[in-house]
Every structure is written in C-alpha cells, then in structure tokens.
C-alpha cells in the first residue's frame, strides 16, 4: 500500500518542479522530501525520479503514480467532506482571495457566517488569482477568489469546479478636473494598471489599442486604491470594477468604457471538497456579500 503522505509529496513535485519548492511549502526540509520520495520508490519498485542536471524531474512511471496521486489526495477529501456532514465537523476553511474580494466581500461574508454558522472558521490568504488558483490544485486552499475579463478566460482545470459568485462592471476612473469624455480622449493621459503578467493589464491595454493609442503606463500597483488616488489627485487615469470600492467615490469621476464590459467573480473548489457543507457554507456567504456590495 502507498501512504497518502508520500503520494502528496510527488504530487506537489509534479506541480511545482523541484524539492526546494516542495520543502518550503510544505514546511519540511529538502533532506526529508527526498527521503521520503526514495522510500515511495521503493514501495513502488521502479524509479520514480531521474537526474535533470542538479535536480531531479519525473520518470514516465512517476507521471502516471503523480497522476494516480492527484486523484487518491481527490478520494481522501471526499471522504473527509462526506463525513464532515455525517458529524456537523468543523474544519478550518482556507479561502485565497484577490485583493478587491479581501477588502470588498470577505468582511461581509464573515458577518453573514457569524450568523448563519457560528462554529465555522475561516482563514484567509490574500493573493493574485494566479497564483491562488495554482495553490488550489496543490491543496493549499479550498476556496479561491478570482475574476476574469470579457474575452480573457482563465485556463480550465481538470477536478477544479467554478462557481459563477456574479458580475462586476468595470468602469473608466479620470481625474475630477479631466476633461475626457471617452477612453479615446484619454491618448495622453498617463495610467496606472497592475503589473505586467496580470490576465486584467493584459486587458486594459487591450481597450486602449482598440480605441487607437497605446497607453503610457507609468504607476503599477496590485493594490487598486492606489490606482483610485492616483486618480483622485490628478496624476492619472485607471479602469477600476465597482467592487475596488468600499467608500466614497466622489473624488473622481467615472466613465463609462465601450461595451459596458463586466468581469465574472467566480469561486474555484476542488470537486473533491465542494459539497462539502462548510465550503457551501463559505461560497452562499461570498456570493451574497457580493449581491449586496453597492458602492457609494
């Protein structure tokens, strides 16, 4: 027999590439992650790992136990899901969520939970939907919050569930004294926008090349109230979604953008752990505080 505990560990090797990786997120030494891989080895009885310069990468037979260990890690948090509402257990729930979700929905959701189901605990990581939903497929968490843009689906995963939490209008954020009227008068101006790599720049960009210019990014920030008051001091032009605000919105004035575009707040779950009842719990939560957010 395999042992589960060995079987994740080549699991997250398949993931992320190298036993350092594996080692830290899992708080072990490398020594131990590679010990433990040897002794899967040998209860296996061919050899799962081979030398790729200074690392190691997986042979042809540890591709296919990996995959065979992705789907007995799904069985066991089936079982434990199943048996969680046989026994009304209370298990932490891990939600990664990106920032708007943290500051927007997570509070409300855990008011709405401190009513509807007192024992239930929630522990919260903030993170760029990216990496949050990589991290879902290692079982590091069991929720995740992500968004994606008109025409910028995110990759499908096999055994990763999407629940569609609802619409958020993206909307153009200039200064109070701007004069533009439209995205196309803002040629320009200069923008703040996340970071190069984010599926939302990868977007923006895009409306400002359809409306004929390239814009001159010059302020990059995950954070999107930095976006805001960037705005609200004159200094640049953003394309914010409601959800980014959780107060006034006087400082600035919004535009509407071509298409009216909305992107999807949607929660990823295992298939292995969403019927179970304290995920449940936690995806009604997040879908009703994003139903009642109504920024002023």
Do not use: K
Not at 126 to 136: A, K, Q, R, S
Not at 146 to 169: H, K, M, N, S
Request: proline share 7%; with cysteine; net charge negative.
């Amino acid at each position: 027999m395999f042992e589960l505990r060995r079987l994740r560990l080549l699991h997250e090797l398949a993931l992320r590439g190298t036993i350092a990786d594996v080692a830290r997120e899992l708080s072990y030494s490398p020594s131990t992650v590679s010990q433990q891989l040897a002794l899967l080895e040998r209860e296996a009885g061919v050899a799962l790992l081979e030398p790729d310069g200074r690392r190691v990468r997986l042979t042809a037979q540890g591709r296919m136990l990996a995959a065979h260990a992705a789907r007995a890690l799904e069985l066991d948090e089936a079982a434990r899901a199943e048996l969680s509402i046989s026994r009304d257990a209370r298990a932490p729930v891990r939600v990664a969520v990106m920032p708007t979700a943290a500051e927007a929905l997570v509070p409300a959701a855990l008011t709405l939970l401190a009513e509807r189901e007192p024992g239930l605990r929630l522990e919260m990581v903030e993170m760029p939907p990216e990496e949050g939903l990589f991290e879902l497929r290692a079982h590091a968490f069991d929720l995740v919050v992500a968004e994606q843009y008109p025409g910028y689906t995110r990759e499908l995963q096999p055994g990763i569930e999407r629940t569609l939490l609802g619409r958020d209008p993206v909307r153009l954020v200039v200064p109070p004294g701007s004069p533009a009227r439209e995205l196309a008068d803002l040629r320009d101006a200069a923008w703040a926008m996340e970071p190069q790599g984010a599926a939302v720049r990868q977007w923006a960009v895009q409306q400002c090349r359809a409306a004929g210019f390239e814009p001159d990014v010059r302020f990059e920030a995950t954070d999107l109230t930095a976006h805001a008051r960037l705005a609200a001091a004159g200094h640049a032009a953003a394309m914010l979604p409601d959800l980014s605000w959780t107060g006034d919105r006087s400082s600035v004035r919004l535009l509407q953008l071509p298409g009216d575009p909305v992107r999807e707040i949607f929660a990823a779950t295992r298939s292995s752990s969403r019927d179970g009842a304290a995920v449940g719990a936690v995806l009604t939560a997040l879908a009703d505080a994003l139903a009642a957010h109504r920024p002023r």
